[in-house]
């Protein structure tokens, strides 16, 4: 199943005694903030939670705050990238939670994220690990554990490899074989189904294959036409067209990349490892408040803790205005981009991140330039065995002739 065609909502995935644990996505129609009745405890990612700051400010104490929405509910945000897990909570905090569930008399509690798959499966997994009695497990290992999260509620539950670790961790079970399958372009790059849809293919007579496959291999042809060039078919972004912007949950390191296979499939620039894109995260998570322009923002589209990159790029000069979606966009050359497109250099100014692309692509080639280029069929037909010759060798010091 597609992430396009799973869960919606806020799904009831287990009860423990009194305790009812409800998860979704705030993108996915999910969230505490749609829950009716208001649930007793909400927890999720800072930026992600819909938090009663961002919503009615009324004053503690006084009766008309009691009869607002949601204002019996504990709010528990938690600092937590995506594909990643929690950067302060160890096994003491989930364990001193759950006493709190206990002692508090929660009933009722909403796990979240985004789109309401990894940290949300995090939360469901660790809190049935210890909500539900020992001898109802279904599980002995994490694998199975998120196995079991999966059947009752998505099969997208718990996404990377580092929150599968961290639920063995927090519940002292063993790993088990692990269940995550993501390939090393992540994300929705992992699932050519995405776009392609196979199933419009499946009423075809042999004779419309046939003409699908020709019509294939034309195009394939077609698209190699320069010698060596591959064929580049840029994937579909929902930010800036062509472009997607990726992150390392392992070093932190934010990157816009161009939207192809080739360059989606490189693992981080800075560490090696692999690369999440968060394209929908700027979208969806505006944690931040610029306090120049009042904007609610993305981290991605500040500046600093102060200002916006809109706002500064006001200052530094660079047109800005907003387009018909009522977004802010800023001005590069001939064309308008989203705040997060741009990059804060040493010196302070701000650049398009195209520009930053250039320069690595442009390295990239210089480096390449240096290796030695491969021998050509006449070079190789001419070498001799002294080529291969590289220096003068006592056959009596390798040691395998000495005598006994």
Request: with cysteine; glycine share 8%; net charge negative.
């Amino acid at each position: 199943m597609k992430k396009q065609d799973c869960h919606t909502g806020n799904p009831l995935v287990f009860e423990a005694g009194d305790v009812k644990v409800y998860a979704g996505g705030t993108n996915r129609n999910g969230g505490w903030h749609v829950m009716d009745p208001a649930p007793d405890l909400a927890m999720g990612p800072i930026g992600v939670i819909v938090s009663p700051k961002t919503r009615d400010v009324l004053p503690v104490g006084w009766g008309c705050t009691d009869t607002a929405k949601g204002a019996s509910t504990t709010v528990l945000e938690i600092d937590w990238p995506d594909y990643n897990v929690p950067k302060n909570l160890g096994k003491e905090f989930w364990l001193a939670l759950v006493e709190d569930i206990k002692e508090r008399g929660i009933t009722s509690i909403s796990c979240q994220c985004m789109g309401g798959h990894g940290r949300t499966g995090v939360q469901v997994a660790v809190l049935a690990g210890l909500l539900i009695p020992q001898d109802q497990h279904e599980w002995t290992t994490a694998a199975e554990l998120i196995t079991w999260v999966r059947s009752r509620y998505c099969e997208h539950a718990v996404e990377s490899k580092s929150q599968e670790k961290y639920i063995a961790e927090m519940l002292d079970i063993p790993p088990g074989e692990s269940v995550i399958t993501l390939s090393s372009g992540g994300g929705w790059l992992s699932e050519p189904s995405a776009f392609v849809d196979f199933d419009e293919y499946s009423e075809f007579t042999p004779d419309e294959l046939m003409q699908q496959q020709k019509k294939s291999e034309r195009k394939q042809k077609k698209g190699k036409k320069k010698q060596g060039v591959a064929w580049k078919r840029a994937i579909p972004t929902p930010l800036v067209s062509g472009w997607s912007l990726v992150m390392c949950p392992s070093c932190g390191t934010h990157e816009w990349r161009r939207a192809t296979a080739k360059y989606m499939d490189e693992d981080c620039i800075t560490c090696g490892e692999q690369v999440f894109p968060i394209d929908y995260d700027v979208i969806a998570e505006q944690s931040m408040r610029c306090q120049i322009t009042d904007m609610s923002c993305h981290p991605m589209d500040m500046y600093d803790d102060v200002s916006s990159k809109f706002a500064e790029a006001e200052r530094q000069g660079l047109q800005t205005k907003f387009d018909t979606n009522n977004d802010p966009v800023i001005k590069w050359n001939t064309k308008w981009y989203p705040m997060s497109f741009f990059r804060r250099t040493e010196d302070g100014s701000l650049v398009a991140a195209s520009e930053i692309w250039k320069e690595r692509v442009k390295n990239a080639k210089k480096e390449k330039s240096k290796k030695p280029k491969p021998l050509s069929r006449k070079q190789r037909k001419s070498k001799t065995l002294d080529d291969y010759v590289v220096q003068s060798l006592d056959i009596n010091e390798l040691g395998f002739l000495d005598e006994e």
